[in-house]
């Protein structure tokens, strides 16, 4: 894109921004300025009183809620943890069956056999 000084009714005539990107660029640039409120020409807003306790009280209930949720799944956590580590220290202290005796029970047929069809 090569970019040449033009003349100044040249950049007004509006047929040119169609052909000439930074024209079209620099007049779009131009109009957004326009559309934007000087600083001066904003509102003071002030909130009222009911509106900020209402979000106050919004947002502490939020904190409260995911204060609480987080306990929940703490204590669901260690709970599951604690019934997994006595579950493997049970597990643990019991006596190893002899090799044979596994052995046994993997060849032996269950008592459900006889209620699957063949």
């Known amino acids: 894109m090569t970019t040449k000084a033009h003349e100044e009714s040249e950049r007004r005539d509006p047929s040119h921004r169609?052909?000439?990107e930074s024209c079209r660029?620099?007049?779009?640039?131009?109009?957004?300025w326009r559309q934007v409120?000087?600083?001066?020409a904003a509102k003071d807003i002030t909130p009222k009183?009911?509106?900020?306790?209402?979000?106050?009280g919004a947002v502490r209930r939020s904190r409260r809620a995911a204060s609480r949720q987080r306990i929940v799944l703490a204590a669901a956590a260690a709970l599951l943890f604690?019934?997994?580590?006595?579950?493997?220290?049970?597990q643990a202290n019991e006596p190893r069956p002899a090799v044979e005796e596994t052995y046994a029970s993997a060849v032996t047929p269950s008592a459900l056999d006889g209620f699957i069809p063949n």
């Open 18 to 20: 169609l052909v000439c």
């Open 25 to 32: 660029v620099d007049w779009r640039i131009a109009a957004a």
């Open 37 to 40: 409120e000087p600083p001066s």
């Open 49 to 56: 009183e009911e509106f900020v306790y209402h979000v106050v």
């Open 82 to 90: 604690s019934f997994f580590a006595g579950l493997a220290h049970e």
